[in-house]
Each structure stands twice: as structure tokens, then as C-alpha cells.
């Protein structure tokens, strides 16, 4: 039985509404709102673990916080959409929702926020945009070792900290955005980082948590980049 279908038998969501009550997701000043608001963010922690669609590992994570990012992650920002290799494998034989018959969605767990999604050139001559892998590595950490901090900072300011598409410089010739262009190559120009950026702490905290928490996908989902799960 995957992990994130078992949690109930292991006694962790019968264990959320008191840790939410508690304060240590919510903090001080959430953990003085109603029962209502408290219930409700409790709701919202066991709906991310329902919906998780692949084996969460919960070693060493604030359980509450998973199934908030979880929620964040599956059911509001829709990151699979753009960090799974693309349409063609981003569902399971069968569970394509968008297919007759409306069958109910399965994701593709192999390909589960690993990235390579290849959105072309923004402008012909510019260079094609790949969806970078989400998923933890060796170190444990998501989207290719960053730190909190480092992913609280991509999420804020759209920094491209692996420098895949800089500007063209008498240095740097190839896979560069030119002189002409107005893209700015030390940016994501893909990611909607700019109605991210809006996201409280707290929320971005849970989904780095969460991130944390699936299972890492080995390999180069943009070419470029190596994502190394032992």
C-alpha cells in the first residue's frame, strides 16, 4: 500500500487537527483564530494527503505541513501541469481526464514533477524553455539541492540560479538570450514566480515540505541538469 494511502493506519492524520491546534503549523497568531478557521486548515491538510498522488516519505517532516503543501501543490498551483515531462506521459494509460469518456485522472508517477516539459523558444531565435525537476535529490533537498532560503528566493524574485539562459555577452554566445531581446536571462521566464512571489512564508514552507517528501526522479529533465537520487 503506498505510503500517503497509509497514513491513517500509522496514526498521523488522527494526529493533525491537534498538532494544528496546537500552534506548531499554524504559529501564535493563527493558533488564536476560531474553531472554525483552525477546522478549516485542518480540512486542508487531510484533502493534500488524500490527493497525493504518489508514496510520501515522512521521516523527519512536519507531517502538517506535507499535507498542506500537498494541497497547495495538487489541488491551487497545479505544478505537475508544467513539471512533468508534457502532456503525452503527464497521466497513466487510461486516467487522461481530457480523453472521452472523462476518465478520472491518474498521474504518471515516473514522471511526477520531474521536470522536462519542453516549452519551446519565447520568440524565434531565443532559447527553448525546459521545465526544470522539482523533485529531492541525494541531499534530500527539492528542485536540485536548494536550500529553503534558495527556494524561498526563486519563488520571490524568479532567479534562475542555474544560469541556463543568460543574456549574450561577448563571453557568452550560444543557448543565450540576444542583445535585441527584452527577456532578462537571469530570470525564469516560464514560471509564473511573478503571482508566486505573493505566496505568505508559511505557504511556500509547506510546499517545500511537501516537495521534500515525493519520491526523487534521477536523470536530466532539462539537459542540462542531474538530478542524482543516491
Known amino acids: 500500500m503506498p505510503m500517503h494511502r497509509s497514513i491513517a493506519s500509522i496514526g498521523v492524520l488522527s494526529s493533525l487537527t491537534a498538532v494544528l491546534l496546537g500552534g506548531a503549523f499554524l504559529g501564535p ?97 531565443t532559447p527553448a524553455i525546459v521545465s526544470r525537476n522539482l523533485t529531492p535529490d541525494r541531499t534530500g533537498r527539492p528542485a536540485g539541492g536548494l536550500t529553503f532560503e534558495d527556494f524561498l528566493h526563486v519563488l520571490r524574485t524568479g532567479a534562475d540560479l542555474n544560469h541556463l539562459h543568460p543574456n549574450c555577452s561577448a563571453t557568452v554566445t550560444s543557448n543565450c538570450f540576444p542583445a535585441a531581446q527584452p527577456f532578462n536571462g537571469d530570470l525564469l521566464q516560464i514560471m509564473p ?13 509547506a510546499i517545500y515540505e511537501y516537495l521534500r517528501a515525493i519520491p526523487c526522479i534521477a536523470g536530466p529533465a532539462t539537459g542540462v541538469l542531474h538530478n542524482d537520487c543516491f
Open 193 to 205: 514566480w511573478p503571482v508566486f512571489q505573493q505566496m505568505s512564508r508559511r505557504d511556500a514552507r
Open 29 to 125: 497568531a493563527s493558533a488564536r483564530a476560531d474553531a472554525g478557521d483552525l477546522n478549516a486548515e485542518a480540512a486542508l491538510v487531510r484533502r493534500g494527503f488524500e490527493i497525493a498522488p504518489v508514496p510520501l516519505n515522512l521521516e523527519g517532516k512536519n507531517a502538517a505541513l506535507v499535507g498542506f503543501g500537498s494541497y497547495l501543490v495538487n489541488a491551487v498551483a497545479d505544478c505537475n501541469g508544467c513539471h512533468s515531462a508534457g502532456p503525452p506521459s503527464e497521466y497513466m494509460p487510461g486516467g487522461n481526464p481530457y480523453f472521452k469518456g472523462s476518465p478520472p485522472a491518474v498521474l504518471n508517477q515516473s514522471t511526477y514533477l520531474g521536470g522536462g516539459r519542453n516549452f519551446g523558444s519565447l520568440v524565434p531565435g
